[in-house]
């Protein structure tokens, strides 16, 4: 089948705002989606994606965060991250704790077991994710990554200026 992509067009005028930026996103939608797989498959037993994710992000701040600031930060409702918080504190990964000053809240802190998990996970699909960078090449994707960086700011604030 051949490629229809816009990387493989001529450059004209043919190709519009519209068509260009239908072309970005149908690429990073298909790359999240095999990014998901390949993660997805390397987690160990009863890890999702999700569990991963929030363990990731309380291992990098360092630092306590309460669930509605994971709800925000994942873009994803309270209650789903209630019930991504529940199982991941039944696997022994987080520490949920009541806020001493305000009874009506909690915050999260990832556990040791949690730590291990996210690093198991993170060598066990590393290796894949680097392969890909090579075969890419490493110029290359430090030439993407300040674009992508901005497409994601530029997303979070068009997020914002709706009103989410």
Do not use: Y
């Amino acid at each position: 089948m051949p490629d229809k992509t816009l990387e493989n067009q001529p450059a004209t005028a043919e190709f519009s705002a519209d068509a260009l930026a239908a072309s970005l996103f149908s690429e990073v939608f298909i790359a999240d989606q095999l990014a998901r797989e390949i993660i997805g498959k390397a987690l160990p037993k009863g890890m999702q994606i999700s569990h991963f994710s929030v363990l990731n992000l309380l291992a990098h701040v360092g630092a306590e965060r309460s669930p509605a600031e994971l709800a925000e930060a994942f873009h994803v409702t309270r209650g789903a991250m209630t019930n991504t918080l529940s199982r991941l504190e039944w696997a022994g990964h987080i520490h949920i704790r009541p806020d001493w000053d305000d009874a009506r809240r909690k915050f999260v802190s990832i556990s040791p077991a949690g730590r291990a998990a996210r690093d198991a996970a993170l060598a066990a699909f590393m290796p894949r994710i680097a392969d890909v960078v090579r075969d890419v090449g490493a110029e290359r994707v430090r030439a993407a990554l300040p674009v992508l960086r901005l497409l994601r700011k530029e997303l979070a604030e068009a997020l914002r200026q709706n009103g989410r």
